[in-house]
């Protein structure tokens, strides 16, 4: 899952992701969107310390395929969005770097996550790094020690770090599993 505030890019990692497009004309998602990609992790399948070795095989033979659920961030419309979360296996939680409240908003979503998914593996995205950042790094610090989990600044505009924290949370997803 995507979660985090309206604006913050959700979609446009995505859609860099999954279809190698930027779109600079923000559209605002209503509901969720769905989106499949078969992952490559012929790069990283030595790097998964999987409990069950069939797993490891399985992969090698069959490969991986992801679903994402780009979660439409107006927290007053999320009751609707909440059968989304039931069967999460991992979330990315973002917020942009040049819009402080979105960055306050990311306790809201990490606690949704949880009280709707269980703990399920996640990683903190700070967005648009291409933009003057207005987030403090030291807040950004205290956030990952509070959480103890990977962040990752990326700019979906300029395809930073994008393959990077999704092949990220396939790894923590993998290793999550039973």
């Known amino acids: 899952m995507l979660l985090g505030a309206p604006s913050v890019g959700k979609t446009s990692l995505l859609a860099r992701y999954v279809d190698d497009k930027f779109s600079p004309e923000y559209h605002q998602t209503v509901g969720a969107n769905f989106l499949i990609?078969?992952?490559?992790?012929?790069?990283?399948?030595?790097?998964?310390?999987?409990?069950?070795?069939?797993?490891?095989?399985?992969?090698?033979?069959?490969?991986?395929?992801?679903?994402?659920?780009?979660?439409?961030?107006q927290e007053q419309n999320l009751f609707a969005n909440e059968y989304y979360f039931v069967q999460a296996v991992g979330a990315m939680v973002i917020f942009s770097l040049d819009d402080i409240a979105t960055f306050k908003q990311v306790d809201f979503w990490v606690q949704k996550l949880?009280?709707?998914?269980?703990?399920?593996?996640?990683?903190?995205?700070?967005?648009?790094?291409?933009?003057?950042?207005?987030?403090?790094?030291?807040?950004?610090?205290?956030?990952?020690d509070q959480y103890g989990i990977?962040?990752?600044?990326?700019?979906?505009?300029?395809?930073?770090?994008?393959?990077?924290?999704?092949?990220?949370?396939?790894?923590?997803?993998?290793?999550?599993?039973k």
């Open 114 to 144: 949880r009280e709707l998914s269980g703990e399920v593996p996640y990683i903190v995205i700070g967005n648009k790094s291409d933009l003057e950042k207005k987030v403090d790094a030291d807040e950004i610090e205290q956030l990952i």
């Open 37 to 73: 990609k078969e992952v490559d992790l012929k790069n990283v399948i030595d790097r998964l310390n999987l409990k069950n070795p069939h797993i490891t095989k399985d992969i090698k033979e069959k490969g991986f395929k992801l679903y994402f659920w780009d979660i439409g961030g």
């Open 150 to 177: 990977n962040y990752f600044e990326t700019s979906a505009k300029l395809n930073k770090n994008v393959n990077a924290c999704f092949e990220a949370l396939s790894i923590l997803i993998l290793n999550n599993l």
